[in-house]
């Protein structure tokens, strides 16, 4: 199994970023997707999460309104559209997956991706 993370880089405060997670050796549909971040010197936390039966995903309330996950299970490939970006959001991101009742939960997920780096100048 791996995921791969990309799409991070260097953004003005209020730019945009398109972040991918590419899945082998499994199936999204198969599996709750999660976006992490983890800034220096603060605890790894969960964004954003999408169920493998679909409805409405979870934001964590800093992220609300301006980001987006979405998933093209065809594509076994996961986005999230990062809108509005404040410098707070300089983190490196990752991408993982679960197959735990605790879709919310960062110790559900069991497969993880290598993170990318997301800053963002103010």
């Known amino acids: 199994v791996q995921l791969q993370a990309s799409g991070g880089g260097l953004v003005q405060a209020g730019g945009s970023l398109k972040l991918s997670c590419a899945a082998s050796?499994?199936?999204?549909?198969?599996?709750?997707m999660g976006w992490f971040r983890q800034a220096p010197g603060q605890e790894r936390e969960i964004i954003a999460a999408s169920r493998r039966s679909g409805g409405d995903p979870y934001y964590v309330d800093s992220v609300k309104g301006r980001f987006t996950i979405s998933r093209d299970n065809a594509k076994n490939i996961m986005y999230l559209q990062m809108n509005g970006l404040k410098f707070e959001d300089t983190a490196v991101y990752f991408c993982?997956?679960?197959?735990?009742?605790?879709?919310?939960?960062?110790?559900?997920?069991?497969?993880w991706g290598q993170g990318t780096q997301v800053t963002v100048s103010s």
């Open positions: 993982a997956a679960s197959q735990n009742v605790l879709w919310r939960d960062m110790v559900g997920y069991k497969y």
């Open positions: 050796g499994l199936s999204l549909r198969a599996y709750h």
